[in-house]
């Protein structure tokens, strides 16, 4: 199969390392336009641009993807199959240029969790389990049929940055299955059921911002989907103070808000419960564990 891979984050490179160490042949990558980052305004290119040129593979870096020439170039490859991995929605005219069509690898069980932050939203919400799904590129948003599903457990300990890990992993595996399904013709497309749809929006910061008033179980659920980045955080004394890591408290008689702390230990109430915060930085600092973190700050 001649494929163009499409993808920009980290969590694209092990399904394009899966597909050029395959039989398959990728002709090119889009990925999203080089970006000036730092004091110095050094070029940075995208974590899939990166590997691309490790392989010699053709990068397209259109600004607009109804962009008429980047349409042109597109054709131009002949290619079976588009495969979309952590990418911009993609405009009809794009995702039916090849003769097989385009699917897309969702980091989640369709229809749960449509949209931008799938790893994230299912960890916010204490789900058990999640999964990845690929399939068929349609004009709505994460609504198309269902080539092939995987479900995944969520351990306690899991945080944003394991969990992205592993499906990331797991991911490339079920790219290439789904290719190689594309290749044989054998699939049958499933429907999602769109009464399970549930949103999973992009992360803003408002959202990370911790409401003590809630639960003490939806506040460790909170950070778990955040860390490592952006981070949950919250406010005291005019310092911004992200949240890494917690623990439900047995400790009571704290109203929400109320911060208890020794030498050891720093404990917060919540609306139900305490959350004792394991893992913190200061604005400014290094993330530290808590012990540390208390030699050198102080809540009066």
Known sequence: MKIVFMGTPEFALPSLKKLVDS???????????????????????????????????????????????????????????????????????????????????????????????????????????????????????????????????????DDYGSLHDKLSMLGADLVLETVNLIESGTYQLKMQDNTLASPAPKITKEMCKIDFQKSAVEIY??????????????????????VFKTEISSKKNLFPGQIYSDKKNLIVGCGNQAIKILDLQLEGRKRMQTEAFLRGFNFS
């Open 23 to 157: 039989s398959h042949e990728v002709l090119a990558v889009v990925t999203s336009p080089d970006k000036e980052r730092g004091r110095g305004q050094k070029i940075s290119y995208t974590p899939v641009k990166s590997l691309a040129l490790q392989y010699n593979l053709q990068v397209l870096q259109p600004e607009k993807l109804k962009d008429e020439n980047f349409i042109s170039s597109l054709k131009k490859f002949e290619a079976d199959l588009f495969v979309v991995v952590a990418f911009r929605i993609l405009p009809p005219e794009v995702f039916t240029i090849p003769p097989k069509g385009s699917f897309n690898l969702h980091a989640s069980l369709l229809s749960k969790f449509r949209g931008a932050a799938p790893i994230q939203w299912a960890l916010i919400n204490g789900e058990k389990e999640t999964g990845l799904t690929t399939f068929a590129l349609e004009e709505k948003v994460d609504t198309g049929s269902i080539y092939l599903q995987e479900k995944i457990s969520i351990d306690e300990d």
């Open 221 to 242: 659920n909170l950070v778990r989907g955040l860390s490592p980045h952006p981070a949950a955080y919250f406010e005291y004394d005019g310092k911004v103070i992200k």
